[in-house]
Structure formats: structure tokens, C-alpha cells
């Protein structure tokens, strides 16, 4: 693998990583509702789930998934699925006012919002089939192992940077005040958002 195909799979990737979609969602929601400390770990949930993918596409999962369509689906329904019910319990507790810094409900626990930031990144196989595609026009076959592990590397970090600035610009004292006021109808907006994304993701 030559530096410019790697920079290249680089440079995809941080453009996929930083286009909106239920792992930017997500990381607005989370800075703005439980902080920027939370953010970071929900951050590097997202993360890992990016790497899992990568490493499935470079084993040949998105090649399985053309060969098995029937998976492809039953893999986008679950996730689609997940988005739905996240979406719907934003829309359901939208009323629900905003606890004051230090009162009211905590943020959530360290793994806790990791494993948010795993399962919201595992409920769209679509990265898979992006990475597939990637990986086949920058990494050539017999590339070596430090070349493959500085690519996942690089993947985990564009993730993990990409929403962290997103939960450091929403957990800021200004986007919070205006959420606080408008929280109802963010929140429904938000639900709303990410089951259509859930359906999009099922359907197509």
C-alpha cells in the first residue's frame, strides 16, 4: 500500500465521518443534554463501532453482503429498528424539562454512553458496504499488517475527532440555554430525525 492510497482511504473517511447521520445526531444530543464529558465516551463508542466495520469490510463482510442480500436486510431491519425505538423515546420524554447543571438526572456512566456510541454505530451496516467499497480502490491485496492497523487507526481517530468536536460545540453554555427553551420541539425534531433515518436505513 503506497502513502497516497492511504491518505486517500483517509481522506474518504473523514468526509463520511463528518457528514450528518445518527452518529453526529447523537453526538449534538449528547453534548447538549449530558455534557461534554459524556460526549467523549459516547465519541469513542462511535469509534470503535467505525473500526468494527472497517475490519468486517476488510474480512469481507460487504462482499458476503452482495453474495447474501437476506443478511444485508436482516442486519439494516435491526438497526433501522434500534433507530426507531432511540427516536421514539426522544419524542416520548420531549416534554420532559432539562435538568439544571448538578440537578435533576445524571449524565450517564462512562460505558454507558460508549455503548451508546457502539450500538448507535452498529445499527447501520451501510458503513460496511462503504468501507468495502473504499478499502478495494486504496488497499491493494498482500498489504502488509502495520499498513492495515495504521488505516483502522486512522478510521477510529476521524470518528472519534468528528464527533467530539460536535458534543464540544453543543455542550457549550449557549446551544444549551437555547435547547433548555425549545427542548419539546428539538427533542421531537431529533426523534423524529433519527426514525426516519432508522426507516431510510431499513428500506434501502
Given at each position: 500500500m503506497t502513502l497516497a492510497a492511504f491518505l486517500a482511504a483517509w481522506a474518504l473517511h473523514l468526509v463520511a465521518a463528518a457528514s450528518p447521520g445518527p452518529a453526529v445526531l447523537m453526538a449534538a444530543r449528547t453534548g447538549v443534554t449530558e455534557g461534554f464529558r459524556t460526549g467523549v465516551w459516547l465519541a469513542l463508542g462511535l469509534g470503535l463501532g467505525a473500526v468494527v466495520w472497517a475490519v468486517a469490510a476488510l474480512f469481507g463482510l460487504a462482499v458476503l453482503f452482495k453474495v447474501a442480500p437476506a443478511l444485508l436486510l436482516g442486519f439494516?431491519?435491526?438497526g433501522g429498528l434500534f433507530l426507531c425505538?432511540?427516536?421514539f423515546q426522544m419524542w416520548r420524554h420531549a416534554a420532559v424539562p432539562l435538568a439544571a447543571p448538578g440537578a435533576g438526572r445524571v449524565a450517564r456512566g462512562r460505558i454507558g454512553a460508549a455503548w451508546l456510541g457502539l450500538a448507535t454505530q452498529l445499527s447501520n451496516p451501510k458503513p460496511a458496504v462503504f468501507f468495502g467499497a473504499v478499502f478495494v480502490g486504496t488497499v491493494p491485496p498482500g498489504t502488509t499488517w502495520p499498513w492495515l492497523?495504521?488505516?483502522l487507526i486512522a478510521v477510529w481517530v476521524n470518528?472519534?475527532?468528528c464527533n467530539i468536536l460536535v458534543a464540544r460545540l453543543f455542550s457549550f453554555d449557549?446551544?444549551?440555554s437555547i435547547y433548555?427553551?425549545?427542548k419539546a420541539g428539538i427533542d421531537r425534531a431529533f426523534g423524529g430525525i433519527l426514525v426516519a433515518l432508522g426507516i431510510?436505513?431499513?428500506a434501502t
Open positions: 439494516k431491519i435491526a425505538w432511540i427516536g492497523v495504521a488505516l470518528e472519534v475527532a449557549r446551544p444549551r433548555a427553551r425549545m431510510k436505513i431499513a
